[in-house]
């Protein structure tokens, strides 16, 4: 008996494992996340621009935006509003890690830095 629960479990572990992510839906489109330091930032995507509004601090930024897979991206600084940090003109490669029913959490790293956040998005409808 235990050893029949043991299989179970280990064939459900598997199978949740192999399942892929599908981030076809998340390449365009408008999101929101929040910030403790920038409260809300509306993320508007096209298929070449990563727009971020914050209107908490009255800030706007164009970001380009190149899918290198199904689920990973790199945004760069176009133009707008740039951050005063010495990283604003590094790329930042992202990952979609995880996909629910209206929301996306993305892991994103500042190239060249061992900088890396997560940070959740809540798809909105369009």
């Not at 008996?1 to 572990?13: A, N, P, R, W």
């Not at 990973?72 to 979609?96: H, M, N, Q, V, W």
């Amino acid at each position: 008996m235990k050893l029949t629960i043991l299989i179970i479990l280990h064939s459900v572990t598997m199978n949740s494992c192999a399942q892929k992510t599908d981030c076809s839906e998340l390449k365009t489109g408008t999101f929101t996340t929040q910030t403790e330091s920038n409260g809300v930032i509306t993320v508007t995507r096209t298929e070449t621009q990563s727009i971020e509004d914050i209107p908490a601090i009255d800030k706007k930024m164009v970001n380009s935006i190149h899918w290198t897979s199904d689920c990973s991206f790199t945004i760069e600084y176009e133009s707008g509003d740039k951050p005063p940090t010495p990283t604003a003109d590094l790329p930042i490669d992202c990952e979609i890690i995880e996909v629910g029913e209206d929301y996306h959490i993305v892991r994103s790293q500042i190239r060249g830095t061992e900088i890396q956040f997560d940070y959740l998005m809540e798809n909105k409808k369009n």
